[in-house]
């Protein structure tokens, strides 16, 4: 006889919904002691919810889109210009400039156990991180709405996927992933600055080599080529602020490449506790024997009456009530049997049994 499916309806009297109550507990309490325990119970995902609950679910086109917006073009793009503005004032600023004068007295104290390049180094490195950091809100900001952007992208490229869910599977920014991948970005700019700060078998070091000297004779080919740049901006230093710009360049597409990899990383790793405090504020009826994953929506279970069992949101809480009163009275096999059925918060389920088909 194959299993079907047995929804649960309104009662149409309490005493009646009563009365079902206790006939299903009572097939339940047989069925449990003629099957095998409750504690070998095992989860398995019915068909067509493979990718929400097992294997994870293909990225859709709409996400990466939303992600090369906001990190290689909108937050790569606003931390260079804020670095190389706020590096300039810090190292030609005008005199007086509270910039300029941050710069001065951090040079001045490193200077003496750097070097006049290290120190130089050491303080556009320094600044241009924390300088950098005045994105992180307006990246937060831009991850909370990640969901809604990315479908509407979709929307627009006709990429919509079958399964919406596949946007609620996105690693949950919060501000310790942003602000903790920020950080965590800072262990692999500065080892990057020291080990190209070195000479490395040349005359100067790898960073004056790479961006220093090259952007320097951008800045001179600038004010040859170009002299309304100058009469345009003439106190403009255009050899310091292009040597500036190229160092920036690079070390700025590092932090953003950092924050990008690291955050997801932190909100991915997060990701379970947050699930587990949020499971546990409505949590299933206690049932130690039946893993976690059995009680998620969509599953079905194989249990000890050999029942498949699946929620259904749609029915009526009185249903669900009566139910769960009559589990808590009936013996504790049966009880463990029907706990998968349960969960706080829950307004309904559907049973497929043929033993509880008979019983109703």
């Not at 003496?112 to 130089?120: C, D």
């Not at 929506?297 to 809480?317: D, E, I």
Request: with cysteine.
């Amino acid at each position: 006889m194959s299993a079907s499916a047995y929804s649960l309806s309104p009662p149409a009297s309490p005493i009646y919904t009563a009365a079902q109550a206790v006939v299903l507990a009572n097939a339940l309490a047989w069925s449990a002691k003629s099957r095998q325990s409750a504690d070998n119970v095992q989860a398995q995902p019915l068909p067509h919810t493979t990718d929400a609950y097992g294997a994870k679910p293909k990225r859709t086109s709409g996400m990466w889109l939303f992600d090369t917006l906001l990190y290689p073009i909108l937050t790569n793009a606003a931390v260079f210009a804020i670095s190389v503005f706020a590096t300039y004032q810090t190292t030609h600023g005008k005199p007086g400039n509270w910039l300029r004068q941050r710069g001065d007295f951090c040079r001045g104290l490193l200077e003496k156990s750097l070097g006049k390049g290290g120190a130089e180094m050491a303080v556009m490195i320094t600044f241009s991180f924390l300088d950098g950091c005045l994105m992180a809100p307006v990246v937060k900001m831009f991850e909370d709405r990640r969901g809604p952007i990315s479908r509407w992208l979709d929307r627009q490229m006709g990429t919509t996927p079958a399964d919406p869910s596949v946007y609620d599977r996105e690693p949950k920014q919060t501000w310790a992933s942003v602000l903790g991948g920020r950080a965590a970005t800072s262990m692999v700019v500065v080892p990057t600055a020291v080990a190209l700060h070195q000479k490395w078998g040349g005359k100067t070091s790898l960073n004056e080599r790479l961006f220093s000297i090259p952007g320097f004779k951008m800045g001179q080919w600038l004010e040859a080529k170009v002299p309304q740049l100058q009469r345009t901006f003439p106190r403009l230093y255009l050899p310091g602020l292009c040597k500036i710009g190229v160092f920036e360049a690079f070390y700025t597409s590092v932090c953003t490449a950092g924050l990008y990899l690291t955050s997801r990383l932190f909100a991915s790793l997060a990701e379970p506790t947050r699930q587990s405090t949020n499971a546990s504020a409505s949590s299933p009826i206690a049932n130690p024997g039946i893993p976690t994953n059995a009680y998620l929506p969509g599953n079905a279970l194989t249990n000890p009456f050999g029942a498949a069992v699946r929620w259904n949101p749609s029915l009526p809480a009185t249903a669900f009530q009566a139910l769960a009163r009559a589990s808590e009275s009936a013996t504790p096999r049966a009880n463990q049997a029907f706990a998968p059925v349960m969960t706080r918060g829950s307004n309904a389920f559907v049973l497929q049994t043929p033993s509880v088909a008979a019983a109703w």
